[in-house]
């Protein structure tokens, strides 16, 4: 008998901020290409609330650096626990100039754009923490991935 797997998965995409749950959510990334021998893609997604201070200089540089480096340094030591590669991008989630850019849609663009095979996105409490801005994310990719998505 041989090894059948219902699913052809070469590349994991998983949304990043800065929550607990996002960390989760890229173990489980991890482990469903460590399964598949497939890589996994982290996209950072920046929300409303630092775009805009980004835009209009009202923050730190390198604050915005840092926490994006903290982020990123978390993600690879999951990555390298599950021995799968690791790329990384970091998106605005949010746009003063296009009225329908929020962190959903930059989830199924990247998703599209990386022509990633499977989705893992967090489904996070709404703290109002500023850093965590997947919380509306995961309802709007289950509705209209093309591709297979866990949500965690």
């Keep these: 008998m041989t090894d059948r797997r219902p699913l052809d998965v070469d590349l994991v995409l998983v949304p990043v901020d800065r929550s607990d749950e996002s960390a989760a959510a890229v173990e489980c990334a991890c482990a469903i290409a460590a399964e598949y021998d497939a890589g996994v893609h982290a996209v950072h997604v920046l929300g409303e609330d630092v775009v805009r201070a980004i835009e209009t200089g009202a923050v730190d540089d390198d ?8 982020i990123t340094q978390t993600t690879k030591d999951i990555a390298a626990e599950y021995e799968v590669d690791l790329a990384t991008s970091v998106a605005y989630g949010f746009s003063t100039k296009m009225k329908l850019r929020h962190p959903g849609s930059v989830v199924l663009d990247t998703a599209e754009e990386l022509d990633a095979d499977f989705v ?3 489904r996070e409490p709404v703290s109002g923490d500023p850093g965590e801005v997947l919380a509306k994310a995961a309802e709007y990719v289950l509705l209209y991935a093309t591709q297979p998505v866990l949500s965690v």
């Design 63 to 70: 604050e915005v650096a840092a926490d994006g480096e903290a």
């Design 120 to 122: 893992v996105v967090p």
